[in-house]
């Protein structure tokens, strides 16, 4: 039986009830996170908490939880759930009114609701065992305050539904000038000529945990030359490797791209020494 976390009670899952006037399910007035973690140990536990708590100011949505609140109550979910390989979905609404209005209510308590899934194995540098991934891109349709990590998802769904529907991964977003933005439940990277590269942090790409962990550690335990700047789509095309990131995926290797051949179509020797040094150092931030 798995065990949530509702406005300040632990409970079995199907005891957890929300009103449907609640604003999260009326307007996906809302914020959420997953933050993977494995034996109970978290992955950037303070980074995605304090990507959360800028969400909720961004919103103006009022809790009074501290990261070490959040990490006590990750901590006993995670306990209570088998402690295995587990992801932990913290999801915070604007709360539950009386009516439905647009404008934001006044003292309304904001709900809380956290719980966990069962995730893969952490991911290994085993070029032989790594998903391959294939994907299309698209114009970028979604809202304009991508940085900020919405429940309000559904751009990101329909985006991924193109994808879908073909059989594929992914879908990788451009913006109107043909730049690279995000994928559509990912950062992405290329690699050209051994320096890695990903577009800079804007109000079009969402500042992804892994992304922002890999930077760091390239940077800190790598010699590899790191740019963060404007990404053509041919660049894309054109790149030795492609990488997607996310805290469920870590560093995915792309071998095709709207059914282009990415390198020898085979993860990459980079994708191997990033992939270590992110298992190596994942754990020290």
Known sequence: MSVVYLNGQFMPAEDAKISPMDRGFLFGDGIYEVIPSYGGRCVGFAAHIQRLQQGLAALEIHCALTEQDWYELVQQLIRQNGAGNLGIYLHLSRGTDTKRAHAYPKNVPATVFAYC?????EPKADVNKAPRYK?????DLRWQRCHIKSTALLGNVMHHQQAAALGLNE????DEQGFLTEGSST???IVKE?????????HKILPGITRQLLLSILRQHSPLKVEERPVSKDEVLGADEV?????SKEIAAVIEVDGQAIGNSEPGPLWLQAQQLFSEHKYSY
């Open 187 to 189: 950062n992405v990277f």
């Open 194 to 202: 051994a320096v890695v590269i990903t577009p800079p942090l804007s």
């Open 171 to 174: 879908c990788i977003l451009f």
């Open 117 to 121: 899934f069962e995730i893969a194995a």
């Open 243 to 247: 990488w997607l990131t996310s805290s």
């Open 135 to 139: 994907v299309i891109t698209a114009t």
